[in-house]
């Protein structure tokens, strides 16, 4: 006969703060009791089974973010937004634009969120066959968190706002225009080479015997003033310091491969060797020169040749080597920011072209806005901002007319007066 | 140091919109699992998980920490989702559905879904398609106290707050509802042989 009192022990079993004594009775019942037993090992299973859940990652959404942004993004965040597409022009205009009249709308269990414009599905459409266009979702992670590729905002009698972060934006930081370490604009080339080179090697000419106080009677006198004038530094510690940042800049500009740059750097380090070998052989020379006073002064001046005409052959090698690594280092730059700004140019091109045949979507925005585009990270860097965005202001007027065919995407492009911010 | 809930939310209030998506990525992940097993599907799941967040949303000034986040979560997840069963309910009558069987659709959904999703390893999907199938067993009200008892681990106290009942009625629930979900003997052999 089944035990009455499984269903009223086993419900209290699970109270959340079940009294000890209470447990320790009904574990007891359990103990005598097969039924009882029984039934808890099946509740038990049950409750195991549920437990072997495995969380589901969360498909790519929204998280409601242009919604926030519409309706509760503060004034200092406005104007923190409205400052990377209007620079200059209209700010003042903008404060008004940001109040906006939101709606829900519950249709069926579906959810439509209306941003008090009556075309926000459009947006929602045209901005999802933009992003394919533009080949941005191939290769976003779907479950990554920073993966919102296109941004949009629409602001009333304004137009809309795209903020679309390109992989190429991903990219950028390798890819862009070395402005920095530019050969072009560096003191690399410019007159005063020590000047570099003062923290990267240290002056050697100067730890040399003191040559500037030769005692006037001293037979070997002119021989001391012409060791002494023999270059052991700056030039060709001038020359082997900018191989080496020629070097450097051809790896970073994928001018060569890291076994190539290992090559190189050895190159670089047989010269600099070399160089300090000769540099000791003079020091001691000069040293034998000041003590021995009674050497040949042929024999000696020939030895002297031989030093100097050593080091003029090492350092015409050093700076051939730096010449040419510059030449290779700057050719390959200029090819990088070739690539950067055609891959730049193409993204516009397909930008333009779907603006032309996507825009049937968004044929109701009204003529005299604007669908303006930032194109993040992929601004022209300056000297004091090495990454700016790229933005495209395109009129209504001007999409409408491309996708009839009266302007070629091109032309689009080019009123859209590109600048970067 | 991550931000507290409270503060995301006081974040979100002065209208940091990073403040509202840190909080939002926080949770959604749970709100869309716990949907996944009241709803059966992912494309439910997914419709409650927005409709909870916008829920927050739109009630995010009410919230002044007076219960913990996750708890006001919780039961905005809870009403959501007996909101949305009772329209996918009435859809499924207007449009003539007859459902033999199976409590708010979540066994048809169950049926009706291949056995594979791409989405997931096999793995995951067996023991998840177990425990769907089990709670399929049971209504949603029931379900949903399983869901709070086990998954989220709230108190009989705070489920019975939220769905309006006592406390002996919240257990009596998870009780007939475990009760519901344990294999019957036939079942328990074929494990047994496998
Ligand atoms: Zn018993």
Redesign the pocket.
Known sequence: MP????EH?LREYLADDLLSVMRAEIEQ??A??????A?LRHLHGAAHSLGQWRELPTPRWDRHLALFRVERADASQGWRFLWQWLPVAACTLMLGLLLINTSVLYRAGTLEISFGNPFDRDIEDFTGGLAEALGLETAADPFDPTAERIHSSYLADRGLVLEVRSNLAAASSRLRPAMVDSPGNGSLHDGNPTAILAPAIPQQSSTEPGLTDIDARHPHRDLLLRASQIDTAELVNSAIVQAGEHARILRDADGIGSEDFARLREQIEALRQQKLAVSDRLGEFIEGLRRDTAAGSESVAASLDELAGEMNQLRSRAQDFAAELRQRSESAQASRTERWRNDIANLEQRLASALCSHDASLRQLPEQETITVILTGLGEPTPARPVTDLIHIYAQSDILQCANGVIDPATLTERSNPYSY | MSKSDEQLVAGALAGSARAWRQLVERHESRIYNLGYRLMGNSEDAMDLTQEVFLGVFRSLQRFRGEANFRTWLFRIAHNKAVDLNRKKKLLSLTGGLDENGGYDGLESSLRARPATEPDHDLAALQSNRQALELLSRVPLEQRLVVELKIYQSLTFEEIAQMQEISVNTAKTRFYAALKKMRFAPEEEHALLEN
């Not at chain 1, 005598?32 to 037993?37: F, I, L, M, S």
């Open positions: 035990c009455s009192r499984t022990l019942h359990v005598d009791c097969p039924d009882c037993a039934e």
